[in-house]
């Protein structure tokens, strides 16, 4: 899935997330990363918002917390970029209701701002493999757990 967002200042909060020791184990164990502190936020138009958040419950990859402190997450394996410079990792779609009704956040295992030249508002290229569904010994599609296999990329 190709599509495109605008760079955008998020709440502040992703980075102590992204800190969690949990999250980070299970981002390397998951996705073949430990992400840099915090997320790169893009804002997206409202349907294709609401298509990933689909994608991600349907096929994404869990990262479950080990504590009711803390929220589990669901995250669609892809990369950003702009112009000839582009850098894997996962949207991250937090499972707490209310959560940016137009902003998708990307967990990447750099520092991503200086790299891609984002200050704000500049616009970013955005591709998401969808992972192939695997079914159950009954023919019902599972959720990946792990890093799967990619259908689709540039």
């Given at each position: 899935?190709?599509?495109?967002?605008?760079?955008?200042?998020?709440?502040?909060?992703?980075?102590?997330?992204?800190?969690?020791?949990?999250?980070?184990?299970?981002?390397?164990?998951?996705?073949?990363?430990?992400?840099?502190?915090?997320?790169?936020?893009?804002?997206?138009?409202?349907?294709?918002?609401s298509r990933l958040r689909r994608l991600a419950e349907s096929r994404?990859?869990?990262?479950?917390?080990?504590?009711?402190?803390?929220?589990?997450?669901?995250?669609?394996?892809?990369?950003?970029?702009?112009?000839?410079?582009?850098?894997?990792?996962?949207?991250?779609?937090?499972?707490?209701?209310g959560y940016y009704s137009e902003v998708i956040e990307f967990l990447?295992?750099?520092?991503?701002?200086?790299?891609?030249?984002?200050?704000?508002?500049?616009?970013?290229?955005?591709?998401?493999?969808?992972e192939e569904e695997e079914a159950d010994k009954n023919g019902h599609?599972?959720?990946?757990?792990?890093?799967?296999?990619?259908?689709?990329?540039?």
């Amino acid at each position: 899935m190709r599509f495109s967002g605008r760079y955008c200042r998020g709440k502040g909060e992703a980075a102590a997330f992204t800190e969690l020791e949990w999250v980070k184990s299970q981002c390397q164990e998951k996705l073949g990363f430990t992400p840099h502190p915090g997320t790169v936020n893009l804002k997206v138009d409202a349907n294709v918002l609401s298509r990933l958040r689909r994608l991600a419950e349907s096929r994404g990859i869990r990262l479950v917390s080990p504590s009711p402190a803390y929220c589990n997450a669901v995250c669609l394996r892809g990369r950003i970029g702009r112009g000839d410079s582009f850098i894997e990792g996962a949207a991250v779609f937090p499972q707490v209701s209310g959560y940016y009704s137009e902003v998708i956040e990307f967990l990447l295992p750099v520092e991503a701002r200086e790299r891609l030249g984002l200050a704000g508002g500049e616009e970013v290229q955005v591709m998401i493999w969808v992972e192939e569904e695997e079914a159950d010994k009954n023919g019902h599609p599972r959720v990946q757990e792990g890093l799967g296999r990619r259908m689709d990329h540039f």
